[in-house]
């Protein structure tokens, strides 16, 4: 029997960089920084947020992603081989979610809680994608993809529905 991770519930541990040289921690830290110093708006945030776009692009090369600032991430993200990760800023990614390398998600896509995105897999239309869902590696979407889903393919076919609570 496993835990399920939280749909709803951020679990932040997830975020925090384990040492220095943690570009996909670091860089998201950065945006949720950016984020925070524009919601609070002063004269000094504004100058921080200057050098927080900054500290962006490094991690961003570093990192090989293009995520960015204004985007919405759901608390939790794991990035854990941010290289070719793109995430169009209209998207919205629900909390607890792990994507791995070489992912697109164009904008206008809503992605649940605790969704699972494997290497090289494309989102490609304004499509929602349930809670606890599972997309297979270079799977292609086009069609929502129902909450506890497994969906793999070119285009994704779902393959099966994890009832198991």
């Known amino acids: 029997m496993s835990v399920k991770v939280s749909a709803q519930e951020p679990d932040w541990s997830r975020e925090v960089p384990r040492c220095f040289w943690d570009p996909s921690r670091k860089m998201i830290k950065t945006i949720r920084d950016y ?3 524009k919601a609070r708006p002063s004269a000094i945030n504004k100058i921080r947020s200057k050098f927080t776009v900054l500290r962006h692009r490094f991690w961003s ?31 919205k990614i629900g909390p607890n979610c792990l994507i791995l390398q ?27 994608i349930g809670d606890h869902a599972q997309i297979g590696a270079n799977a292609v979407v086009t069609k929502d993809i129902p909450e506890s889903a497994i969906a793999v393919g070119i285009p994704a ?3 099966k529905i994890d009832d198991e609570d």
Not at 67 to 89: A, E, K, R, S, T
């Open 35 to 37: 984020q925070r110093l």
């Open 61 to 91: 090369v570093v990192a090989g992603t293009d995520i960015p600032l204004n985007c919405n991430l759901g608390g939790g993200l794991m990035l854990v081989h941010p290289q070719g990760v793109v995430i169009h800023d209209d998207a």
């Open 102 to 128: 070489q992912v697109t998600i164009v904008g206008h896509v809503e992605i649940g809680g605790h969704v699972d995105i494997g290497a090289g897999a494309k989102i490609i239309r304004s499509v929602k």
């Open 157 to 159: 076919k779902v393959l």
